[in-house]
């Protein structure tokens, strides 16, 4: 099968980005130096599509109850508008794949990996409650993933969210870059910075702004090569 594009691939080209084949995408594994790109994070910011990773919506009257019932932790305790880091696990304790937990008011959605989102998503429906609709919108949705000291201070300029205000696991929806989007602030890296979830069709737009946001700060562009040895350093 021939393997997926996100929003932003011929950017990437256009970059000259090494591009591999992961999880079913042909994905950015570097663009310079993967050493580069991680001090690159550590000292200032980089930006990361990691628009392989799955999102799937439950929503019903129900969807509480369903997401209790398919991840380890307590979902009531997440409040509107935060984010909880958990796993959904099989009758005898095995883990079907780690995930992170939305509560969007009306809905609950789940960012799931892109190497599981078919595991995850038959799982997901093989154990629907009544009353709850299943909706796998991966294929929609891009992901940037800004990181790094000077993330906040980027992505600020473009936005009257403010931006201080959204504690770590935590998010706010609103308008950056002209475009309605999630601003989550989460990541992968042990540096602060924001997971920006928007539709499809505004990649480029979106992507062409925060680099001229954070040209002040030698922003640049990270691949999936530095996304590792980041998490790995902080023992994520």
């Excluded at 594009?5 to 000259?16: A, C, I, P, Q, S």
């Excluded at 629907?128 to 299943?134: F, K, N, R």
């Excluded at 946001?213 to 090569?225: M, N």
Aim: glycine share 8%; hydrophobic share 40%; proline share 2%.
């Amino acid at each position: 099968m021939e393997p997926k594009k996100t929003g932003l691939y011929e950017e990437h080209v256009r970059l000259g980005a090494k591009m591999v084949d992961f999880a079913g995408f042909k994905m950015p594994i570097q663009y310079s130096s993967i050493l580069e790109e991680h001090r690159r994070v550590r000292t200032t910011v980089g930006v990361f599509d990691v628009s392989h990773m799955g999102e799937i919506i439950l929503r019903g009257p129900r969807a509480l109850e369903m997401v209790n019932r398919l991840t380890i932790n307590d979902a009531a305790k997440i409040a509107v508008n935060q984010a909880q880091y958990s796993a959904m696990c099989y009758a005898d304790g095995g883990i079907v794949d780690d995930l992170i937990v939305y509560n969007r008011g009306d809905h609950y959605l789940l960012v799931v990996n892109a190497s599981n989102l078919d595991k995850d998503e038959a799982w997901i429906r093989e154990n629907c409650l009544e009353g709850v609709t299943v909706e796998n919108i991966s294929d929609s949705i891009t992901q940037l993933a800004v990181q790094g000291k000077q993330a906040e201070a980027t992505l600020q300029k473009l936005t009257d969210v403010d931006l201080s205000q959204i504690k770590f696991y935590w998010f706010s929806e609103g308008v950056l870059a002209g475009v309605q989007m999630i601003i989550s602030a989460t990541g992968y890296t042990g540096e602060p910075g924001f997971e920006l979830y928007f539709d499809r069709q505004h990649s480029g737009a979106v992507w062409e702004q925060v680099f001229a946001a954070g040209k002040e700060f030698d922003i640049a562009p990270i691949g999936l090569g530095a996304r590792d040895s980041l998490r790995l350093e902080k023992k994520y």
